[in-house]
């Protein structure tokens, strides 16, 4: 495979691109795209089987079950972000090595129930949290230290609005390929 074709598979909707202005209508619609994720992702895996929760979406990728548990892990982590942000002045938060949670037992379980309901209440409560936000407190930020760079509260509604699009193709993908490269 070409690395242009491993970068398609890797990115199959692009990386994200933060826009020069982002509009209370832009966040809006990342977060509709926020609260909706948790059904779209019950709606692609629902009828999967064991073995096809375990084709992966590209060469050395993740398994569909590992998307799917990596995804309410990543988004826990998420919505601890945000209050920290809403809470305190530039918080420094705390990075993960997902690559490892992805090892860990419950990232490989072949039963993704738990992590889909997992999904669903905490997309609701996030949902809730990013509805309420002031338009004063969108421009709070906090410090990511692995990135060296401070984030705003607007730019990471995308950001997780991407991740949230950016994994949903991956099971996409995986199930369109058949787990097949």
Same mark, same amino acid.
């Given at each position: 495979?070409?690395?242009?074709?491993? #970068?398609?598979?890797?990115?199959?909707?692009?990386?994200?691109?933060?826009?020069?202005?982002?509009?209370?209508?832009?966040?809006?619609?990342?977060?509709?795209?926020?609260? !909706?994720?948790?059904? /779209?992702?019950?709606?692609?895996?629902?009828?999967?089987?064991?073995?096809?929760?375990?084709?992966?979406?590209?060469?050395?990728?993740?398994?569909?079950?590992?998307?799917? $548990? $990596?995804?309410?892990?990543? &988004?826990?982590?998420?919505?601890?972000?945000?209050?920290?942000?809403?809470?305190?002045?530039?918080?420094?938060?705390?990075?993960? #090595?997902?690559? !490892?949670?992805?090892?860990?037992?419950?990232?490989?379980?072949?039963?993704?129930?738990?992590?889909?309901?997992?999904?669903?209440?905490?997309?609701?409560?996030?949902?809730?949290?990013?509805? &309420?936000?002031?338009? /004063? /407190?969108?421009?709070? /930020?906090?410090?990511?230290?692995? &990135?060296?760079? !401070?984030? !705003?509260?607007?730019?990471?509604?995308?950001? #997780?609005?991407?991740?949230?699009?950016?994994?949903?193709?991956?099971?996409?993908?995986?199930?369109?390929?058949?787990?097949?490269?």
């Amino acid at each position: 495979m070409t690395t242009e074709e491993l #970068y398609k598979l890797r990115f199959p909707i692009g990386e994200f691109q933060k826009p020069s202005i982002i509009s209370l209508e832009i966040i809006n619609t990342w977060i509709t795209t926020i609260e !909706r994720f948790p059904s /779209e992702i019950e709606k692609a895996t629902k009828n999967l089987s064991i073995e096809q929760l375990n084709w992966q979406y590209r060469p050395k990728g993740w398994s569909i079950k590992q998307v799917v $548990h $990596h995804c309410a892990d990543s &988004h826990i982590n998420s919505i601890i972000r945000f209050k920290l942000a809403l809470t305190e002045n530039s918080p420094t938060i705390r990075p993960y #090595y997902e690559d !490892r949670w992805a090892t860990l037992i419950d990232s490989n379980d072949d039963n993704i129930e738990h992590s889909l309901c997992l999904l669903k209440g905490l997309h609701a409560k996030l949902g809730q949290l990013l509805r &309420h936000i002031s338009e /004063e /407190e969108l421009s709070r /930020e906090f410090i990511h230290p692995e &990135h060296g760079k !401070r984030f !705003r509260i607007d730019e990471t509604i995308g950001t #997780y609005a991407w991740h949230s699009n950016h994994h949903l193709a991956h099971i996409q993908q995986a199930i369109t390929r058949k787990g097949q490269f």
